[in-house]
Nanobody, 116 residues
Framework: QVQPVESGGGLVQPGGSLRLSCAAS????????MGWYRQARGKQRSLVAR???????NYAESVKGRFTISRDNAKNTVYLQMDSLKPEDTAVYYC??????????WGQGTQVTVSS
């Protein structure tokens, strides 16, 4: 069973930066479009950034210009560089295929908290 493993979250002040990483065993990511999702307390999980298997990226309007998604297929890893963070970016961040792969388990996610 595939389960992505997210890391890199933490507590950061508004305007700060974090870089998230997502990895999984086996050479599976490279064939999929991959995405970063987030779920704030009391809200549904939503897609914030996606990257095609060819490297084309798209972003939710709320993060456009501040977040950058990238991938390293050789390392089977997907990244999310988050700059100019805002309190409303506070959430648990997850990665998965786009659309989510029914045969994968969701990982535990990584908590991002933006607060002064």
């Amino acid at each position: 069973q595939v389960q992505p493993v997210e890391s890199g979250g933490g507590l950061v002040q508004p305007g700060g930066s974090l870089r998230l990483s997502c990895a999984a065993s086996g050479s599976i990511f490279s064939i999929y479009d991959m995405g970063w999702y987030r779920q704030a307390r009391g809200k549904q999980r939503s897609l914030v950034a996606r990257i095609s298997n060819g490297g084309s990226a798209n972003y939710a309007e709320s993060v456009k210009g501040r977040f950058t998604i990238s991938r390293d297929n050789a390392k089977n890893t997907v990244y999310l560089q988050m700059d100019s963070l805002k309190p409303e970016d506070t959430a648990v961040y997850y990665c998965n295929a786009v659309p989510p792969n029914d045969s994968w388990d969701w990982g535990q996610g990584t908590q991002v908290t933006v607060s002064s």
